[in-house]
Structure formats: C-alpha cells, structure tokens
C-alpha cells in the first residue's frame, strides 16, 4: 500500500466504500492524508464507517472526501504498516524512535495527544458502577485535585506507552514493564510507586500488594540501596548570622523585599512547616492570635495537608519569641532572629495594601498584596539562601531545595536535644521513623568533632 499524492487513498477491489486516512505526521506537506487534526492519533490508520443509507458499491473519484457522521472505526492491525502487534517481546527504547512516549516522564512527547480517545476517566468508572453524581463527586474528593491530576497523567501515559508497544492495558506484566521502563531512565523508587498508586486506581487493582510489584521493588532496594543520612547542602548557620546584619537589620529601615525574605525564612525553619502549609497560614480571627510571647497560627480550614487527618489539620503552629528581653551586645545580635518581632512589623508594613487574609502576600507588581503561592513563597526561600551565601563571599551552592528547611530545622532540632515528640507534633509526623529515614541529616555532632581533634593532637610530642 503506498501513498497517493493526488487522489484519495482506498484498495483496489476492496473496501471501495472506503477513505483511508494517514496521520501524516511530521511533514509540512500540503500533501497529507489527514487534514482533520483529530484523527491523527499514534500513526492509526482509521477506516469511516459507511453511512447506512448506502446501498452498494459506489466508485470515489480522484480528490474527492467523503464524511461520515458515524464516526471512524479502528483499521485491523494486520493492515497497519510497521504492525508489531505480533511480537510482545521487551520493546528496546532507542532514542531515535520517533514520538515513543518515555515511561514516567513528566513531560508528554510533542504530537502525543493529552486526552487520547477511549482512556477512561476515574469519574466514568465511579459512574459505571451506577452511583450517583452526587457519590461521585464525594469519592472523587478522597484525593486533592493535584493528586487526581496527577494520576490522571499517569494514566494517559501508561495507556500511551501500551499502544506504541502493543502491550494489553489490563495486564500486570504490562505493568511491570511500564515500571521496569521508567526506571530504566533512572526514575527514582518513589517515583515509581507514586505510578503504581495512579494505575491502581484506573485498573481497580491493588498492584502495591501484587506480589510481582513487591519482588519488582525488592530488587530495585537490592539495586540501588539507600546511602544512608546525607549531610545539609547549606548552612543553616551562616544563613542566621547574615539575617542580623545588613539589609535585614535594623528591621525598620530595610526594604519590604528583605523583611519579608527574612520573615518567610525564620518561620519556616521555626515550624518546619511545608511550603504549602506556609502558604495557608490566615491572620484572619480566630486562626492568627498574638500573644506576648509567641504569635500561634492555624492553617485556613479550606486548605487540605497533604495527609488530610484530624491530627494534621488540627495542629497549630507556635512561632516562639527569642531573646525578646536582651542583657548584652551577643544577646541583643540574637533579639534580631525573634520571629514574633519580624511577624509583627511585616503585618504592619503590608496593612497599607494587602487584599488577601493570607500571612505572606506579594510585595510588588501588578498583584501586590494579593495571596503568595507556594511556588513564590518556595523561591523566596531559594532567594534568601543564596543571598546570605553571596552577602558572605561565598559560592552560592547548587540544587538548593525550599524543602531542605524542614530536613536542616528538624535535624538542628534533635541536636540540640528536641525529643522525638516534639520533633514529630512540629512537623506533623505521625511517626519518628519519617524523620529518621527521609528528613535527617548529618549535622556533625560536636563529640564526633572532639574525636577527631583529639586524633591530631598526636602532632605534639609527648
């Protein structure tokens, strides 16, 4: 079968009420069999159904397009030309295969559909079990509409990945294979079970308890074992020393930009709140109260945590004053961290035109006032770090992460003798094992230092 370049596409003794469009991908011709962006979907070749008012043969002349309301049924995979449909081996993932959708990536491939026809939805499986809308829209809220949307992607990709390589969507090895590919490009272990939680939800399927899953990610631990406690790729230290100094001291002299720098930083590590939890503290009564010694938030009751429990809606957060009664220079230096101090001023200087209930709101442009996200408050903690190491001379490091703060606040914390109780109520933990495997870091302990010292000390003869 070849390609026609000045009359319509149909076989020769067969099908001869029948339009064979091509998905012309890729070429800029004027020339290509699918004028219809729609029906260019994965290199299909797709055959109209005939109108049923059609009674027999008739003969379509050169140029001529013929339409169907009854949509277009999918051609056999035998007339398919490059057809795999045969071979259901392991698919090799060579970089110049055109358009192959790569597992997991976060990105879908330019010419690759988002919403490909015939991908079910969440909503349409609830709705096939016959629950009402009304059910439906509750189920549908068990999980954030991030999350939703993220699973949905999944989905998309996984349904995607299955047609470019002929693998059945309601199969565990197609799975397996779906995962086996993503972490073939180097996708981290929660990534992949983040994939394995969307596609349990679409194929309606425990796959976390399969035992094939299981054994999958038991050797990917084998494979890529965890190193254990990872040391701070900022100091949180230097940080503190250059937030009392200049521009950020004093408070009433310095710019809106760097008091509200400084305030976002020290509530942050003071809390050990995520980004988004920062991003709903409200002033509003009664979730803003000021005490003489501590300002005490909670979170909009609007906003969902992401574990959405009564212990973690519940939780306040208590921003403690520090040195607020100074007797020397040194404490007077430490006065200037006192995060009630900074909360304070901040609420005063952004009266004048705030247009949001939100604690942080933006200082300047054309939204002034109105609520920060937390894709600005996350840069704005970005910012401040890189600022201090840049006001001391210092390289600034790379990958810095708006989340590290709950990691270095918590783990600064437990040094200096926090219990894992406190630890936990702070950062809404409901296990201290959370912090041990996922947020500590190597702060190295004075007495590992001690040690250390002691060693060389050899350097003076006895």
């Known amino acids: 079968m070849g390609v026609s370049g000045d009359r ?59 339409t169907y309301p009854c949509g277009t049924p999918l051609a056999q995979e035998g007339l398919v030309f490059g057809s ?104 981290s272990v929660s990534t992949l079970k983040g994939q394995v939680s969307a596609l349990s939800v679409f194929l309606e399927s425990p796959l976390a308890s399969n035992p094939w899953v299981i054994r999958f990610f038991r050797a990917l631990s084998r494979q890529k074992p965890s190193q254990g406690p990872s040391f701070p790729k900022w100091d949180l230290s230097l940080v503190l020393q250059v937030l009392t100094g200049l521009p950020f001291e004093p408070l009433d002299k310095c710019s809106l930009k760097d008091l509200t720098f400084k305030t976002v930083f020290l509530v942050a590590v003071t809390t050990a709140r995520r980004v988004s939890e920062l991003e709903a503290l409200s002033i509003r009564p009664p979730f803003c109260v000021i005490f003489p010694d501590r300002v005490v938030f909670k979170t909009d009751p609007a906003f969902l945590p992401k574990v959405a429990s009564k212990f973690h809606r519940s939780q306040e957060v208590v921003l403690p004053s520090f040195c607020s009664n100074p007797s020397g220079e040194r404490e007077f230096k430490f006065s200037t961290l006192d995060v009630r101090r900074c909360i304070l001023q901040y609420l005063e200087l952004t009266r004048a035109f705030r247009k949001s209930d939100s604690l942080f709101v933006l200082f300047s442009g054309t939204r002034k006032g109105q609520k920060a996200s937390r894709r600005t408050i996350a840069r704005w903690l970005r910012l401040v770090i890189g600022q201090a190491y840049s006001l001391s001379g210092r390289e600034v490091p790379t990958g810095i992460k708006a989340h590290s703060t709950r990691a270095v606040a918590t783990s600064q914390a437990e040094r200096a003798g926090a219990t894992p109780d406190q630890i936990c109520k702070a950062a809404t933990w409901s296990s201290y094992a959370t912090f041990i495997k996922h947020y500590r870091v190597d702060l190295v302990s004075a007495g590992e230092q001690a040690f250390g010292r002691k060693v060389l000390q050899a350097v003076v003869p006895p």
């Open 84 to 187: 795999q449909a045969t071979d259901h081996r392991t698919p090799s993932f060579s970089s110049s295969s055109r358009g192959s959708p790569l597992a997991g990536s976060s990105t879908v491939p330019s010419g690759t559909q988002m919403e490909p026809r015939g991908v079910v939805t969440e909503e349409s499986l609830l709705r096939s079990k016959g629950f009402s809308d009304k059910l439906t829209a509750t189920l549908l809220d068990s999980r954030k509409k991030e999350t939703r949307s993220i699973y949905r992607k999944v989905w998309i990709r996984f349904n995607t990945w299955c047609q470019e390589f002929s693998f059945p969507t309601q199969s565990h090895k197609s799975v397996l294979e779906f995962l086996q590919c993503g972490a073939d490009k180097g996708l």
């Open 8 to 66: 319509s596409l149909r076989f020769q003794g067969e099908h001869k009420n029948t339009l064979v469009f091509l998905s012309g991908q890729g070429r800029g011709s004027k020339r290509d069999r699918c004028p219809i962006p729609e029906l260019a979907i994965r290199d299909l070749l797709r055959l109209p159904t005939p109108s049923s008012s059609t009674t027999g043969p008739e003969k379509i002349s050169a140029g001529e397009h013929l």
